[in-house]
């Protein structure tokens, strides 16, 4: 691919440094996506020019006409704190006539509403957990048809925001106090789930029209304490030393092929049915029986060169490099 210019769009905190030289691990993983997108970009000959966006749109539209980038590269996760908004910042590049990698604004809002997306695949007859969205300044009250135990969490935040083992509740006085947690402390709806007891897939997909499906990959917990369950809390995502203290890593899932069939299937329809495109990646539960559960869609998840999809992409044959070239050339066929 010929040289271009990439204006990198992500939260100010975020916007990474020339060099990782005199950082700690623990600095590091805070922008490390931020710092591997740019670095790999401009190592393969793009201009990269980070731009850090907040609540203000403005911005946007100075750098569009100034820099006059060939794609944006779309690292937001929110707007104005909200993760909700960020399909409005693809909307507006849109309106721009700006050409930017990842998922498209409708693809976003269905896939952000956890609720409406399993709403639609459980109509498509794709195995969910059942659940029950349970709203801000309402009554909490458990729907006979939801067995315990259940696992509740934000309706709308991502990365394991408020996951924890508590999460975990097994009587309905525990997910009173669970869902008033996420209410306060979050500040978002509460979407509650029947807890699946299996092992945490993840695949990655990518393409417009035509799409790839990557390989299984899987989220491994070695010495966990005893009598904690095996889900990806927000400790499990974002702490490095806890990650290392309990074995938690992520490595090739072993499916038969029978399995590894289904998977890869019922991740292609996912992606369609939720109006997917440029890449993401679908998140599981499969039970010791084989049953596959939907747990979340995730458009424009973590790309990190350490990550979960970069790995899987790896394993398929397709280098970092290669990666976030499929995504920018993806970003430009799709046009604007």
């Not at 939260?11 to 670095?39: L, M, Q, R």
């Not at 393969?44 to 907040?54: M, Q, S, T």
């Not at 721009?96 to 609720?115: F, H």
């Not at 992606?271 to 458009?299: K, M, S, V, W």
Request: include cysteine; proline fraction near 6%.
């Amino acid at each position: 691919m010929k040289s271009r210019r990439v204006l990198l769009l992500c939260h100010p905190d975020f916007i990474p440094p020339e060099s990782k030289g005199g950082f700690s691990e623990e600095d590091v993983n805070v922008w490390k996506t931020e710092y591997d997108v740019a670095s790999t970009l401009r190592g393969l000959g793009h201009e990269v020019r980070p731009l850090g966006v907040v609540d203000e749109l403005t911005p946007i539209r100075r750098a569009v006409e100034e820099f006059k980038p060939h794609i944006v590269f779309n690292l937001l996760e929110e707007f104005a704190g909200l993760p909700e908004l960020d399909q409005h910042v693809v909307s507006y590049l849109e309106l721009l006539g700006v050409k930017y990698t990842g998922c498209n604004p409708g693809g976003l809002v269905l896939a952000r509403g956890k609720g409406i997306a399993k709403k639609l695949l459980t109509y498509h007859r794709i195995a969910t957990p059942a659940f029950a969205v349970f709203p801000r300044n309402r009554r909490v009250r458990r729907p006979r048809a939801l067995k315990l135990p259940l696992i509740v969490k934000s309706l709308v935040e991502e990365s394991s925001m408020g996951i924890s083992q508590a999460s975990i509740v097994d009587s309905d006085e525990k997910l009173e106090q669970r869902v008033k947690f996420v209410h306060e402390s979050i500040g978002t709806d509460a979407i509650v789930e029947e807890y699946i007891e299996g092992r945490e897939l993840y695949v990655g997909i990518f393409g417009n029209k035509r799409t790839t499906v990557l390989p299984t990959w899987e989220l491994v917990f070695e010495n966990l304490p005893a009598g904690s369950a095996a889900i990806a809390t927000e400790k499990v995502k974002h702490d490095i030393a806890a990650q290392k203290r309990w074995g938690i890593f992520h490595v090739a899932a072993e499916l038969d092929e029978p399995q590894e069939a289904a998977v890869q299937r019922t991740t292609k329809r996912i992606y369609r049915i939720l109006q997917l495109d440029g890449y993401a990646r679908i998140d599981y539960r499969l039970t010791p029986d084989g049953q596959l559960y939907f747990l979340e869609a995730n458009p424009n998840p973590e790309i990190a060169a350490s990550e979960e999809l970069a790995s899987s992409a790896n394993a398929a044959g397709m280098s970092y490099p290669q990666l976030l070239e499929k995504i920018v050339r993806l970003g430009l066929r799709r046009g604007a």
